[in-house]
Each structure stands twice: as C-alpha cells, then as structure tokens.
C-alpha cells in the first residue's frame, strides 16, 4: 500500500493539469429562450519568444442556439474583459453579429496574469478565465 502512494498521487496530479488544459465551455439560457455558450480553444496563452506549441492566441467562439438548438443568425456579440485589463488584451473583432449561430474571435493580451472574460449575447453574459504566461526559454523545461 505504501509503495502505490506515490502512484496514485502521480496520477491525481496528471488528472488536475490534464482537466485544467480543456476548453472551458459554458452555457446561459437567455430570457428569450435562446441557449448561449462560450467556447475557449486555450485557457492558458504565452507571450514572449514564439515557441511551437506554446499557442500566443485563445480563439473565443459564442454559440446561440434557439429552443430547438438550431443556430440563430444575426444576434450582436461582444467580448470585454475586466476594467483593469482593457488596455492589455485585444479581441480581433471586439463586437460582431453571429453567422450560422456563431461569432469568433481571437483574443491576446500583452501582459502575464489571470483575466476574466465575458461574452454577451441578448440579456445574457457568459464569463470564463484565460491565465497569461510568459513563454519559457529553450533551457528551462520548454519542449
């Protein structure tokens, strides 16, 4: 029993990092009934010396969906982040309207830390978080 603690504690930890690299997805209900959901491709960003594998971008897509889940075209969009970050982060586009039910953007910032996002659609915002890091160098662990 003593020998497999070092095992199962490997095996916690590989679990913890491995469900906080998946996309965060939420999902609101809006007071129209249309179902809203925000997609994230990289909740961790690097900035600093581009390195493969090391993604310097997050896309951000906004999904709408109608009673039925068929996609709802047409509904204005817009990303922010926290008063503290605007200055620090850009979305490529900022506001736009959905397409087939989505609307995408890129986000990146110039700054390491963690930032709030938010997305909104109709009466409804969806929030989720992207941590900013710098890029290691060569030495130091980086693949």
Request: hydrophobic content about 35%; glycine content about 6%; aromatic content about 4%.
């Amino acid at each position: 029993m003593v020998r497999a603690l070092p095992a199962v504690c490997l095996c916690c930890l590989l679990l913890g990092v491995s469900t906080a690299c998946t996309p965060q997805h939420t999902a609101v209900l809006s007071e129209h009934g249309y179902r809203v959901s925000l997609h994230i491709s990289d909740t961790l960003i690097w900035i600093g010396l581009p390195r493969p594998n090391f993604p310097e971008a997050a896309t951000l897509v906004v999904r709408v969906r109608d009673a039925q889940g068929q996609p709802v075209e047409g509904m204005p969009v817009r990303f922010s982040v926290e008063p503290s970050w605007t200055q620090n982060v850009s979305f490529t586009p900022a506001e736009m309207r959905t397409r087939n039910g989505e609307a995408q953007t890129t986000f990146q910032a110039n700054t390491t830390g963690v930032v709030h996002l938010r997305a909104r659609v109709d009466n409804v915002t969806c929030e989720a978080t992207i941590t900013i890091s710098t890029t290691p160098s060569p030495g130091n662990g980086g693949s």
